[in-house]
């Protein structure tokens, strides 16, 4: 590695921290990208280096990563081992709320930190993490231009009604919306569609972005128009650990019958439910599909249930449907799930090619399907790091006296 700056990109969550290194040259390519896993737990590290490399997995002290920032100086140690001579130029962070305002990255002031930090109390879960990731980055390279890439901005292009509440309208004044999340992930597929299929991305596009987190968006043009999240990342579908769209009269009956507080809901309806509750197994979909246990089956049908009802839901308000795209740890690898979500959706257009399915085709559908069904890894760093160099070369253009691009 030589001097040639770099970009390093950290997406903070309570427990974990994703970290990768990409040179910013023409476009910014992966070095490494890593986790830490269990911060403050038994704490474990992953990563890899490209092709060619072995890739690296090891249980870590507790002191290796007791807290974000012990986890971030590990990671670093590991990546000024693998590149000594990687100047750090800028860090993109993964900030999952940026509020109704932010509909892009955005480079990191003391203004955007403050209200970053106002907008805490709207991702309590999430975005006092990040925001510790933010501070250890800054205290680890103070000179390095800092860039926030908020998985709210891509939906910021959704009309009024799929905005908003059925609450009187101050609510939505104070920020009482429908933000939605995974926007990093929406637009990396979206991007790459317009590569690989332009004629698919300009129409009616539905993308199911299925992991430990799980939600599914619509697309008209590239652009989001409705999503299954909505005011937290806890609405829509049932994911690992959380309960998806829940009526809110159960937060009454737990809260007034059985005598709940409201933290305990919250830690009930986060961290105990969806495939874990529904199964009480676990939250890993791999471990559901090798039991077989009456219970375990029925929360992959209830998995399953939902997103097709969304699936159905979502067409709806495209009018319509040209193309379903699977991305996601389930998306990506899940052939089981794939096929039940396409079962009998013939009237939807979707005639699902088992065979393609099997093979981990990148399109799944058959030749006559009337909507392409399509798998695409996603890649949210890289959609991070793609924004840490655009402000980098805006920098360098207003350096240069050029007209600076759109505040990233
Ligand atoms: P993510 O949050 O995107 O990393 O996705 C994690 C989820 O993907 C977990 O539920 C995993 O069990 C699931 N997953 C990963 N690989 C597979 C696979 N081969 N089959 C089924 N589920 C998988």
């Not at 009616?204 to 043009?221: D, P, Q, Y």
């Not at 929360?299 to 097709?308: E, K, N, S």
């Not at 959609?383 to 360098?396: E, G, L, N, Y």
Request: charge should be neutral; include cysteine; proline fraction near 5%.
């Amino acid at each position: 590695m030589t001097n040639t700056p770099v970009a390093l990109t950290l997406n903070a969550g309570s427990s974990s921290l994703k970290f990768g290194l990409f040179s910013i040259g023409a476009t910014p390519v992966a070095m490494a990208v890593g986790l830490v896993d269990s911060i403050g737990r038994t704490p474990t590290l992953k990563a890899s280096f490209g092709a060619g490399m072995p890739p690296l997995g090891r249980d870590l002290t507790p002191a290796e990563a007791s807290d974000h920032k012990s986890a971030l100086a590990t990671a670093l140690a590991l990546l000024r081992q693998h590149f000594p001579e990687a100047q750090v130029a800028v860090v993109g962070h993964r900030v999952v709320h940026g509020g109704p305002s932010y509909d892009g990255p955005m480079r990191l002031t003391p203004q955007v930190m403050a209200e970053l930090r106002r907008l805490s109390p709207f991702a309590p879960i999430h975005q006092p993490h990040n925001l510790a990731g933010i501070d250890a980055a800054v205290a680890a390279f103070p000179d390095a231009v800092q860039v926030a890439c908020f998985d709210t901005a891509f939906h910021r292009s959704h009309p009024w009604v799929n905005d908003t509440f059925a609450l009187p309208r101050d609510y939505y004044d104070k920020g009482v919306r429908r933000y939605g999340f995974h926007g990093l992930s929406y637009d990396y597929i979206s991007g790459e569609l317009n590569r690989t299929a332009p004629l698919i991305h300009a129409g009616r596009v539905i993308v199911a972005h299925l992991g430990n987190g799980a939600s599914m968006c619509a697309m008209l043009g590239g652009r989001s128009v409705a999503s299954t999240m909505g005011f937290t990342a806890l609405d829509g579908l049932p994911m690992g650990t959380r309960t998806g769209q829940i009526d809110p009269g159960v937060i009454f009956y737990l809260v007034q019958q059985e005598g709940m507080t409201i933290d305990e809901v919250r830690d009930l309806f986060y961290t105990r439910s969806g495939l874990l509750g529904l199964s009480g197994l676990s939250n890993d979909m791999r471990a559901l599909e090798a039991a077989g246990s009456t219970q375990a089956n029925e929360a992959i049908d209830y998995f399953v249930f939902r997103i097709r009802r969304e699936l159905g839901g979502l067409a709806a308000a495209l009018g319509g449907l040209d193309a379903l795209v699977f991305c996601g740890g389930i998306g990506e690898n899940s052939r089981l799930i794939r096929e039940r979500v396409c079962e009998g959706m013939g009237w939807i257009g979707l005639d699902l090619d088992r065979a393609r399915n099997a093979a981990g085709d990148t399109v799944i559908s058959t030749d006559m399907s009337r909507a392409r069904v399509m798998v695409i890894p996603t890649n949210e760093e890289l959609v991070i790091a793609r924004a840490a160099k655009k402000v980098v070369d805006a920098d360098s253009a207003c350096a240069a006296g050029r007209p600076n691009v759109r505040n990233t």
